[in-house]
T-cell receptor, first 114, second 112 residues
Framework: ELKVEQNPLFLSMQEGKNYTIYCNYS?????LYWYRQDPGKSLESLFV?????AVKQEGRLMASLDTKARLSTLHITAAVHDLSATYFC??????????????FGSGTQLTVLP | NAGVTQTPKFRVLKTGQSMTLLCAQD?????MYWYRQDPGMGLRLIHY???????AKGEVPDGYNVSRLKKQNFLLGLESAAPSQTSVYFC???????????FGSGTRLTVV
């Protein structure tokens, strides 16, 4: 079964603190994506991770990929209120073939408190 | 350059009514996808298309039909709407040699 699991599903954190969101997937993938979604809005692309050991950073967010462990992390450094949103990871499984459809995790609803 | 346009943005249907959601892209991409988003469940794939004239079922296809008669348009149809189809529907597109996925702004559908 093709599954993508995120944890935690809900995360409240104080401004200035660090935290990590985890994304596990069930079988071989060659691409992993992180998206941000604000309430009532569409998905905004954050990162595309294409290979084992890939690390990408943008501002206070850093994403990494370990294909052997089938694990990606999204690390938040010194959180600020503007980072409050729902974060999704999504995987393209190799078994999807040419269709390349994304399989999404359930999302992590992040609230950054003052 | 609009990218991916979904129409309508909002719709309320009565149970048993039918409707069609339109996804239009100006990116000339081959791959188009329809997802639904329900609270706490992420996005789930309904149907997808890898090119003009081709469609295939995704994870949750029951109650929906699709067509892709033109490369730029992907239509999602509900023949007889049910309250369980109340959801937010997103279209996404991607292309050969392009790693990104571009999402439409979504259609919020309520079936009463």
């Amino acid at each position: 079964e093709l599954k993508v699991e995120q944890n935690p599903l809900f995360l409240s954190m104080q401004e200035g603190k660090n935290y990590t969101i985890y994304c596990n997937y069930s079988t071989t993938s060659d691409r992993l994506y992180w998206y941000r979604q604000d309430p009532g809005k569409s998905l905004e692309s954050l990162f595309v991770l294409l290979s084992n050991g890939a690390v990408k950073q943008e501002g206070r967010l850093m994403a990494s990929l370990d294909t052997k462990a089938r694990l990606s992390t999204l690390h938040i450094t010194a959180a600020v209120h503007d980072l409050s949103a729902t974060y999704f990871c999504a995987v393209v499984f190799l078994s999807s073939g040419s269709a390349r459809q994304l399989t999404f995790g359930s999302g992590t609803q992040l609230t950054v408190l003052p | 350059n609009a990218g991916v346009t979904q129409t309508p943005k909002f719709r309320v249907l009565k149970t048993g009514q039918s409707m069609t959601l339109l996804c239009a892209q100006d990116m000339n991409h081959e791959y188009m996808y329809w997802y639904r988003q329900d609270p706490g469940m992420g996005l789930r794939l309904i149907h997808y298309s890898v090119g003009e004239g081709t469609t295939a079922k995704g994870e949750v296809p029951d109650g929906y039909n699709v067509s892709r008669l033109k490369k730029q348009n992907f239509l999602l149809g509900l023949e007889s709407a049910a309250p369980s189809q109340t959801s937010v529907y997103f279209c996404a597109v991607s292309g050969t040699g392009y790693y990104g996925y571009t999402f439409g702004s979504g259609t919020r559908l309520t079936v009463v």
